[in-house]
């Protein structure tokens, strides 16, 4: 049974910083393209940040420069460094696998993250 399992969200200001964590189980981690997307009230969910299975990573314009994305393969573990967190961050957070970019994908079930004063 695959399972993402989102952590780390948390209410922070402007300004701020927090870390996210998507704990993977039931996949073969490294084979796994990852993703984090992200969906505000009202809004569509939109892709935020990913990862490749070599280690290329690519980010949306409106996070580049402060958020950074990474993985732990030996424990696998996705991450979402968000730095200089803006209240236009606030959104719920989800981690995406999917295999080698192409095939089976699957979701955690999101964090929140607020940024407020």
């Known amino acids: 049974q695959v399972q993402l399992v989102e952590s780390g969200g948390g209410s922070v200001q402007p300004g701020g910083s927090l870390r996210l964590s998507c704990a993977a189980s039931?996949?073969?981690?490294?084979?796994?393209?990852m993703n984090w997307y992200r969906q505000a009230p009202g809004n569509k969910r939109e892709w935020v940040a990913a990862?490749?299975?070599?280690?290329?990573?690519n980010y949306a314009d409106s996070v580049k420069g402060r958020f950074t994305i990474s993985r732990d393969n030996a424990k696998n573990t996705l991450y979402l460094q968000m730095n200089s967190l803006k209240p236009e961050d606030t959104a719920v957070y989800y981690c995406k696998a999917r295999f080698r970019g192409w095939g089976s994908e699957y979701w955690g079930q999101g964090t929140q993250v607020i940024v407020s004063s």
């Open positions: 039931g996949i073969t981690f490294s084979d796994y393209v």
């Open positions: 990862i490749l299975t070599g280690g290329t990573t």
